[in-house]
């Protein structure tokens, strides 16, 4: 075992024996504070997927972060109010549901936005992808059906079978569990063929292109992939929070997930992860005492920018290779 794989384990059980500890202290806030943090962690992972592994900066993924928030809170209200969506179609709170829901939406508005967006690259690629996530966002607002600008409420937690989904312990396993499994789909992604194409378009297209594989086909694969991780958390956040709002959407969560990884190691398995610790202890410890608390975050971003590329992973982790 190298080091880099202990600090991800470490990492992890931290992560998954916080909230045991405070759930035995009778602190559920510390609880959900931990369930934010797994959400959090499993929506960078899904970013991760481009950007860490294909090099794709992409500032529109909080479009999919608030689409999977948008299936969450449409398909519970249809259901509470037992009202039929479009074509006849029944709402439903049952979570796997509304998680398979947010992944083909996701899934289907990263494919439409990846076949324009993928046929440029730098600043360009940024910029449409930005553009695309602020017309889904300002669609959000003038929809008055659900809630426009005011957002849309969770009147119950929707409800996952043979658990009591309003108890902050059991929500938190659901949420550890999926961000287990989206860190494991990362893990193997990462080590297959594919993970190497990607990999490999990365540092030099024409080398990739020259085998005979396509630079753009890995990467709208990658970009789908990597939209659908971030539904199902974007999802999991309406749950928590029990309110979906057009901020889910804002080019300002976008840059909250590229801020989580690169805190946390870009293309690091668990670098999402110790990301999203760090913002989420950073915002609890000082949101209270100043408005300004980013500015310290920023500080940290700053020195990790440049004195620890590989983010707080790296930094634990030494010269590791990645693991």
């Known amino acids: ?32 504070l931990a369930t934010r943090i797994a959400i959090l962690a499993l929506a960078a992972t899904g970013l991760n997927i481009a950007l ?3 090099g794709l900066v992409s500032f529109g993924h909080a479009a999919f972060f608030g ?6 809170g449409i398909l519970a209200t249809h259901a509470f109010n037992a009202e039929p969506l479009l074509f006849g179609l029944p709402g439903t709170n049952q979570m796997v549901s509304i998680w398979l829901a947010a992944v083909a939406a996701a899934g289907m508005a990263a494919l439409l936005i990846g076949l324009i967006s993928l046929r440029t690259s730098g600043v360009y690629f940024i910029m449409i992808t930005l553009a695309f996530a602020q017309m889904i966002y300002y ?17 119950v937690r929707n409800a996952f079978p043979g658990t009591n989904t309003m108890r902050p312990m059991s929500f938190f396993l659901i949420a550890a569990g999926l961000l287990l499994a989206g860190l494991a789909f ?10 190497a194409a990607l990999q ?77 610790i760090v913002y989420v202890l950073f915002e609890f410890a000082l949101g209270g005492v100043t408005e300004h608390w980013q500015l310290f975050l920023g500080l ?7 004195f620890a590329r590989g983010g707080v992973v790296g930094l634990l982790a030494g010269r590791a290779r990645h693991g």
């Open 139 to 155: 669609f959000a607002i003038s929809w008055p059906a659900y809630g426009g600008e005011d957002g849309l409420s969770i009147y």
């Open 300 to 306: 940290v971003l700053l020195c990790v920018v440049l």
């Open 52 to 54: 860490g592994l294909g």
């Open 200 to 276: 490999a378009g990365r540092q030099n297209e024409i080398r990739l292109a020259a085998v005979g594989i396509a630079p753009f086909r890995i990467r709208l694969v990658a970009f789908v992939l990597s939209a659908m991780m971030t539904g199902v958390a974007g999802a999991l956040f309406a749950d928590l929070n029990r309110f979906v709002s057009p901020s889910m959407l804002s080019w300002h969560m976008s840059g909250e997930l590229i801020v989580l990884i690169i805190l946390g190691g870009v293309g690091r398995l668990a670098g999402p992860l110790a990301g999203a």
């Open 1 to 32: 075992m190298n080091r880099e794989t202990l600090v991800n384990a470490l990492l992890i059980l931290g992560l998954l024996a916080a909230p045991f500890a405070a759930d035995a202290m009778g602190e559920p806030f510390y609880v959900t």
């Open 186 to 195: 990362f893990a193997l992604l990462r080590n297959s063929r594919f993970g």
């Open 67 to 72: 689409i999977g928030g948008y299936a969450a």
